[in-house]
């Protein structure tokens, strides 16, 4: 930072308003005012009502104070402080400049601090599983994105960390369950956890008709690895073939699948390639549903009677893009029943 005894060049701060009993005075342009070093120097001997605790606090002589208010007085044409014996105070003009400067400072502090925030400002954080990330949220962040481009997203996964959800860094965290989830300010609710058979169209003609669930009996079962229920991101009882036939058909029992991953994603690969149907997790499936790459073999859900949730940190209230996108989803989630 320069010195307030280093000169007064020109220094593109707003203007000085004229006495309104001087017709004669204009107003001056910004390239004709001192620098902006001598008001602030004005502005720390204002507060202090004394040049020599002002110099202490510049870490320069009482004499450079002095002089530097000196300049600022014959550049504006006006007397600042009224020099009395060992006491100065403020003139009306003095006054009047104070209010201007300590505004246009603390404005110019606020504006500096906000530069290269842009980004982060403009990125939503939002942590949930594995599937959640690349099957929901990345779906959604992206046509988000296409409504407003200028919009950021980092989404973190993980399938073994409960503890993602509370990151610093985080603003949104999709969570499921309804014994920790307490309806209000940051916690929303989106849709019920509902899943569905289905497959591709292409398995369906090859193997079905299936109209009954006896029908489905013929098909080849895929589906989760208990391992992927056991982690701690995700500790609730999962959804099976086992749970949707006791569901609707208790009199039967499904074969055993013919190929179990404890990855969602591979699951989803497998159906959409035609190998076989899988338990759909309708906001998991909804956008390879919508495409035609993947069909609901029949109206038979299975509810599970749990609810998700986005937990909103206190950061997300601070965005705007946060609080578009909590909207967003909402929006796009109408089509997924909220029973909870």
């Known amino acids: ?10 220094f593109p701060i707003d203007r000085v308003r004229a006495r309104p009993d ?25 507060k202090h009502l004394s040049f020599t605790l002002a110099a202490s606090e510049l870490n320069v002589t009482q004499a450079a104070i002095s002089q530097h208010i000196r300049g600022l007085e014959k550049a504006l044409g006006c007397k600042l402080f009224l020099r009395k014996h060992n006491a100065i105070e403020l003139t009306s003009e003095g006054e009047t400049l104070l209010e201007a400067v300590t505004s246009g400072l ?38 988000y994105r296409a409504l407003h481009p200028e919009a950021r997203f980092t989404l973190l996964a993980s399938d073994e960390n409960d503890r993602l959800q509370n990151f610093e ?24 956890e509902i899943v569905d058979p289905v497959c591709s169209p292409g398995y369906l003609a090859r193997s079905g008709p299936f109209e ?34 006791r569901h609707h058909a208790d009199h039967l029992d499904p074969p055993a699948p013919g190929f179990v991953t404890n990855s969602y994603g591979l699951l989803v690969e497998a159906a959409v390639a035609g190998q076989g149907v899988i338990l759909g997790w309708r906001h998991l499936v909804q956008q390879q549903v919508a495409e035609g790459r993947l069909v609901r073999i ?43």
């Open 169 to 192: 860094e985080v603003d949104i965290a999709v969570i499921c369950g309804n014994e920790r989830s307490e309806i209000g300010h940051n916690i929303v609710p989106l849709f019920s």
């Open 1 to 10: 930072m320069n010195g307030p005894d280093q000169g007064d060049k020109a």
């Open 212 to 245: 009954t669930p006896e029908d489905l009996l013929r098909a080849e079962f895929m589906e989760l690895h208990r391992l992927h229920w056991t982690s701690e991101a995700i500790n609730w009882y999962p959804l099976r073939w086992s749970d949707w036939f």
């Open 106 to 143: 603390d404005r110019l502090s606020d504006a500096i601090g906000q530069l290269g925030r842009g980004d982060e400002n403009a990125t939503v954080t939002i942590a949930g599983t594995y599937a959640g990330a690349s099957h929901y949220l990345k779906p959604m962040a992206d046509a």
């Open 22 to 46: 001087d017709p004669g005075r204009r107003p001056a342009r910004r390239r004709h005012l001192p620098s902006l070093g001598s008001f602030a120097t004005f502005e720390v001997a204002a």
């Open 298 to 340: 029949f109206d038979r859900p299975l509810d599970s009677g749990r609810t998700y949730y986005l937990k909103l940190k206190p950061s997300a209230h601070r965005k705007a893009h946060a609080q578009g996108f909590v909207a967003f989803l909402k929006e796009k989630s109408r089509g997924i029943p909220l029973n909870g």
